[in-house]
C-alpha cells in the first residue's frame, strides 16, 4: 500500500539554527499537507500544497511541493524554542483517497 | 480551539474491560476520523465515516468499533481491552470525505492497568 515516509525522525538543534524535515511518497500525491503537534498536543493543519513544485511561505517556516508531487519539505529558518513539536506530512491515498500520514519528525529546540 | 470536541479527556480501567469514546466534529463538517497513537509513535488510521457511513478502515481491531449518529457526532467502542491498546485516541473531522484538512480534537487517554 501506500506509504509516507519521513526523515529525519528525530532532530535536536540549537535555537538559531535552521531545520529541514523531508516527506517522500510511494505514489503521486495531489496535494500534501502538513500538520504540527506539540508535545501534549493534538496535531494542528498547517498548511495545504496542491501545484507541482509550489513554494508557500508562513513567517519562519517554508513549505515545498516537488515537482514530481511525491515529494515535500518543510524548512524552518532561525528555529525558536515554540518550534518545538512534531511535524507530520500527510497526502490523500488509496482506494478512498483517505489521509495517509508521513512517520513523523521530532524537533526539539534547545535553548 | 479545533472545534472538535472529545470526551472523556481521560480514562483509566482494566484489561477486560469496555469503553466508549465520543466525538463531536466542527460544524459543517460531515467527515469522522479516529487515529490511535502510542507513546512515540506516529498517528495510526483506525476508521472514517462519512455522513453516517463507514467511509475507509484502516487497521482497526475486530474488538473496535465505531459509528457516526444522524447528528455527526461519532463513537469509539472498544472492547476485550488488553494492555497494549493504551494510548491516545484522536478523532479528527474534515468537510468532505476525500483527502480534505482534518481539525483533531484533544484526544482521549486511555491507560489500561
Known amino acids: 500500500g501506500q506509504q509516507v515516509m519521513q526523515i529525519p525522525q528525530y532532530q535536536h538543534v540549537q535555537e538559531g539554527e535552521d531545520f529541514t524535515t523531508y516527506c517522500n511518497s510511494s505514489t503521486t500525491l495531489s496535494n500534501i499537507q502538513w500538520y504540527k503537534q506539540r508535545p501534549g498536543g493534538h496535531p494542528v493543519f498547517l498548511i495545504q500544497?496542491?501545484?507541482?513544485?509550489e513554494v508557500k511561505k508562513q513567517k519562519r517556516l517554508t513549505f515545498q511541493f516537488g515537482e514530481a508531487k511525491k515529494n515535500s519539505s518543510l524548512h524552518i529558518t532561525a528555529t525558536q524554542t515554540t518550534d518545538v513539536g512534531t511535524y507530520f506530512c500527510?497526502?490523500?491515498?488509496?482506494?478512498?483517497?483517505?489521509?495517509?500520514f508521513g512517520t513523523g519528525t521530532l524537533l526539539a529546540v534547545q535553548p | 480551539d479545533s472545534g472538535v470536541t472529545q470526551t472523556p479527556k481521560h480514562l483509566i480501567t482494566a484489561t477486560g474491560q469496555r469503553v466508549t469514546l465520543r466525538c463531536s466534529p466542527r460544524s459543517g463538517d460531515l467527515s469522522v476520523y479516529w487515529y490511535q497513537q502510542s507513546l512515540d509513535q506516529g498517528l495510526q488510521f483506525l476508521i472514517q465515516y462519512y455522513n453516517g457511513e463507514e467511509r475507509a478502515k484502516g487497521n482497526i481491531l475486530e474488538r473496535f468499533s465505531a459509528q457516526q449518529f444522524p447528528d455527526l457526532h461519532s463513537e469509539l467502542n472498544l472492547s476485550s481491552l488488553e494492555l497494549g491498546d493504551s494510548a491516545l485516541y484522536f478523532c479528527?473531522?474534515?468537510?468532505?470525505?476525500?483527502?480534505?484538512?482534518?481539525?483533531f480534537g484533544d484526544g482521549t487517554r486511555l491507560s489500561i492497568l
Open positions: 500544497l496542491v501545484k507541482s513544485g
Open positions: 479528527a473531522s474534515s468537510v468532505g470525505d476525500s483527502g480534505q484538512p482534518q481539525h
Open positions: 500527510a497526502g490523500p491515498g488509496g482506494a478512498t483517497n483517505k489521509l495517509i
